[in-house]
């Protein structure tokens, strides 16, 4: 959740955004987002049916909102990006925004069933790395029984390895076009999570990669289902990992 100064590299293109389509970005995020919305209802709905969620890095588009039923759940939004404030505010499908850093939330204590943070936490390790400072403030406003879950790009995934050294050389930006992406381990997380937590069980959002060719992509996810329960006792290797962790 930490504002960064948008780099010329970023603005003219990256090695890996030259080669990419948006084809390949709508088919892989049709993919993610189906994933993502089956481990909400098995993990996370079925457990907490209704009640208030707080969404941590909202940022504009407002896709928690396709993933939590409207008259079941309230969603607020937190960001520290105003101008996407704003345009997520247009669309009208939160409750509630706020300009805030994950490490200074503006409620009280208790004050959520559910917070859920999508893509977020692996911008907390650089410049200053935040992560546990910025848990320890979402459980603080989460109350005693509820869920925080955390969807993360995983450094055990080839994909993620490689972005973690492109990171420590000092070549991310000009790869990828940033250089805050830090994929995070599963093991450090559940590290992080158990203190505070009862429970945390571990999911594989997603195998493939979004800058594969569309069917390269569309094998992955079929192998990804033809093996559904083998993977799913093996959830450590995905590209992409969700975190349900149960409070204390």
Request: charged share 20%; glycine share 6%; with cysteine.
């Amino acid at each position: 959740m930490q504002e960064t100064p948008e780099s010329s590299v970023t603005k003219d293109g990256n090695l890996i955004d030259r080669v990419s389509t948006e084809e390949r970005f709508a088919y892989y995020y049709g993919q993610f987002v189906a994933n993502e919305k089956e481990l909400i209802s098995a993990n996370i709905i079925d457990v907490i049916p209704r009640g208030k969620i707080l969404n941590v890095g909202c940022g504009q588009n407002g896709v928690e909102r396709t993933l939590f039923p409207r008259d079941t759940y309230k969603i607020y939004g937190v960001d520290v990006d105003a101008e996407k404030l704003q345009i997520l505010q247009a669309k009208k499908l939160y409750e509630g925004l706020y300009k805030a850093n994950i490490t200074s939330l503006p409620f009280c204590k208790d004050s959520f069933d559910i917070l859920y943070l999508r893509l977020v936490l692996h911008h907390l390790i650089y410049p200053a790395n935040i992560l546990s400072e910025g848990l320890g403030e979402c459980f603080r406003v989460l109350r005693s029984g509820g869920i925080l879950a955390l969807v993360e790009p995983n450094s055990w995934h080839p994909v993620g390895a490689m972005m973690n050294l492109a990171h420590r050389l000092g070549l991310d930006l000009y790869i990828h076009g940033t250089d805050d992406d830090v994929a995070l381990s599963p093991f450090n997380l559940r590290r992080v999570l158990a203190a505070p937590c009862a429970r945390v069980s571990t999911h594989t959002v997603i195998f493939s990669w979004r800058r594969l060719p569309i069917p390269l992509q569309a094998g992955i996810d079929r192998s990804h289902m033809a093996l559904k329960r083998v993977l799913d006792r093996l959830p450590y290797f995905g590209h992409t990992l969700m975190m349900v962790a149960h409070k204390r």
